[in-house]
């Protein structure tokens, strides 16, 4: 089956800005979570949701956000960029229904660079 | 800080020696796991442990799950080439977190 679909893939924009991902979850899967990824922080948890509803959320401020649509599709949004927001966003999407496992399929990842 | 550490950040070898990598946390976790991800790609899964002093092994890869479910290792033998990647071990708790990673790179 197809696996998790980042886009898009490479993006610039400059401080001020604002930018969306998008992330389509692997068929069947009704999870979704993002995650920034910086050399110097590692894999950082942003938000997780499930059948349209933020489920958990991590320590990022409210500039960050998300959502996700019936088809299990998610957007995540950064308004007002900052230098220190380029990273690797990355998509990973789970069953949901994971008991105490909670493994993640993860996607390409959207390279953010902010000037 | 992070809630999981990794040692070592950074580990180059040779290709054909054995090498051993640590997750440790002050915290419990119902379950971890080991992911690989390779540069302009995602972390890849590689195994998930759940019980306490679980050992599991996946052909040159070995991995522990500690006796308090709080930490981790993971020992490759007879390292290759192929192997070099980014190591990152991940404790689930209702959400996923992860470790800053270990970059390996095995020389030939």
């Known amino acids: 089956k197809a696996g998790v679909t980042q886009t898009p893939r490479y993006l610039i924009k400059t401080r001020g800005q604002q930018v969306t991902l998008s992330c389509s979850p692997i068929s069947g899967h009704r999870s979704v979570s993002w995650y920034q990824q910086t050399p110097g922080q590692g894999l950082q948890f942003l938000f997780e949701?499930?059948?349209?509803?933020?489920?958990n959320k991590g320590n990022f401020p409210g500039r960050f956000s998300g959502r996700q649509f019936s088809n299990s599709r998610s957007e995540m949004n950064v308004s007002t960029l900052e230098l220190g927001d380029s990273a690797l966003y990355l998509c990973?999407?789970?069953?949901?229904?994971?008991?105490?496992?909670?493994?993640?399929?993860f996607g390409e990842g959207s390279r953010l660079t902010v000037l | 800080t992070q809630l999981l550490e990794q040692s070592p950040q950074f580990l180059s070898i040779q290709e054909g020696e054995n090498l051993t990598v640590y997750c440790n946390s002050s915290s419990v976790f119902s379950s971890l796991q080991w992911y690989r991800q390779e540069p302009g790609e995602g972390p890849v899964l590689l195994v998930t442990?759940?019980?306490?002093?679980e050992v599991k092994k996946l052909k040159r890869l070995t991995f522990q799950f500690g006796d308090a479910r709080k930490d981790s290792s993971l020992h490759i033998t007879a390292a290759q080439p192929g192997d070099t990647g980014l190591y990152l071990c991940a404790g689930y708790n209702n959400d996923m977190r992860f470790g800053a990673g270990t970059r390996l790179t095995v020389k030939p």
């Open positions: 949701y499930f059948s349209e509803t933020q489920r």
């Open positions: 990973a999407s789970s069953s949901g229904f994971t008991g105490r496992t909670g493994e993640l399929f």
């Open positions: 442990v759940v019980t306490g002093g």
